[in-house]
């Protein structure tokens, strides 16, 4: 037997690896130990009542391959014990498991995935040795991780939170380079597509000075650019997709993901996830303050994308009345 | 008598046999699914559960042999 098999899975060094506490092993051993102290009991018992060496004999032999049984017995227990663990990788934790003989089970999670770890401990062994169960909450079909009889498990669940939120800062990193602060002004896009004139765009900008409404409103309220003209430049200036409502689907799987005091707030709507479970956002205006509320209050991944104001109000009063 | 008590027994170990056969069996399939520290850790302990388990029989059997060729 080759003394070190080839792994077919590689983990990386930094992966946090989990297993029933080996107390767990403690009943059937003891099984294990009473049994061969029941067949001990038994060769003793049949030896001082045979005087004939032949079945002397055969009671030793008896004896071996009661001893080889048990052995195998408690051979079967560690093999069930050592064959199930958990292991968490950058990204996804796995949960490999030998149910029971020709019956192996292996299941993945992506660690983004997780929404909720805690653990609790019960039991006079539990509590002795200082283990509990963790429960990892996922949104995945499966529901739910279970870690049984981890070895100090408030660590444990401390470990898994830093991994899941490691997995998670890595995927927001790319979606975190939205710039919240555009380089270019709105106005200047629409004077460098000439789509208004500067002294347009001066007279604009005087209006908004004393009426305080946004660039766009004023502009397209003159009727020199059009809501398309206006989503088209604030796409360009944020640098994010835009989105024609009127064509979107809505997945309102996802209205949940927000509350109303945020949407009503930001005017933001979720609108579909892809299959890396990026939510789609859709906004008429981009700020940090905006971008930062509204991937706490997801729990996941955003993308946003730039939507007409109007048909955004419309969709929100319909989706989140304020009644709800 | 002999002869059932031989039969009984040599069914029962080969009985025995496809049980510690099945046990060997799980650990060296699913063996690479582990650590290559935990890997090589379930390896020894399967060398030592085969060096143990046949020190056992053949023990027991040289032991009984003595005994039943000496009545």
Known sequence: ?324 | MNTVLTVSYLVLLVFAFIYAGINVYHVVKYRSQLPVKDAKGSTMVIWVYGIASLTIVIFSAVVALFYIYSA
């Open chain 1, 1 to 324: 037997m080759d003394p070190t098999p080839t792994p077919k899975r590689r983990y990386p060094e930094d992966t946090l690896f989990y297993r029933r506490h080996v107390i767990n092993l403690f009943i059937p051993f003891l099984v294990a130990i009473a049994m061969l102290i029941g067949a001990g009991i038994g060769w003793y018992i049949v030896s001082v009542t045979i005087t004939n060496n032949i079945f002397f004999g055969f009671a030793i032999l008896f004896l071996g391959l009661a001893i080889f049984v048990i052995l195998s017995y408690a051979i079967m227990e560690w093999m069930f014990w050592y064959f199930d663990f958990w292991a968490i990788t950058k990204g996804k934790l796995e949960d490999s498991q030998l149910i029971s003989f020709f019956r192996y089970s292996r299941s993945e999670l992506p660690l983004r995935q997780v929404q909720d770890i805690s653990y609790k401990t019960s039991g006079f062994f539990a509590t002795i040795f200082r283990l509990g169960d963790i429960t990892v909450q996922t949104a995945s079909k499966k529901g739910f991780f279970q870690l049984m009889s981890i070895k100090n498990p408030k660590k444990a669940v401390q470990d898994i939170s830093r991994a899941v939120k490691n997995a998670t800062d890595d995927l927001y990193k790319s979606y975190d380079s939205i710039d919240v602060k555009p380089p270019v002004k709105l106005g200047e896009i629409l004077v460098g597509r000439n789509v208004i004139t500067r002294e347009q765009l001066l007279a604009a900008l005087t209006e908004q000075h004393t009426t305080r409404l946004p660039l766009g409103k004023i502009l397209i309220n003159h009727g020199w650019i059009s809501k398309d003209d206006l989503r088209a430049a604030l796409s360009a200036q944020y640098g994010v997709p835009e989105i024609d409502l009127e064509y979107a689907q809505i997945d309102e799987a996802l209205l949940s993901c927000l509350t109303v005091p945020v949407v009503r707030k930001y005017k933001v709507l979720p609108i579909s996830r892809n299959q890396n479970g990026v939510v789609r956002i859709a906004t008429a205006y981009l700020s940090s303050d905006l971008t930062n509320e509204v991937k706490d209050a997801c729990g996941s991944p955003v993308v946003f994308v730039i939507a007409d104001e109007d048909q955004l109000t419309a969709l929100i009063e319909k989706y989140y009345p304020l009644s709800s």
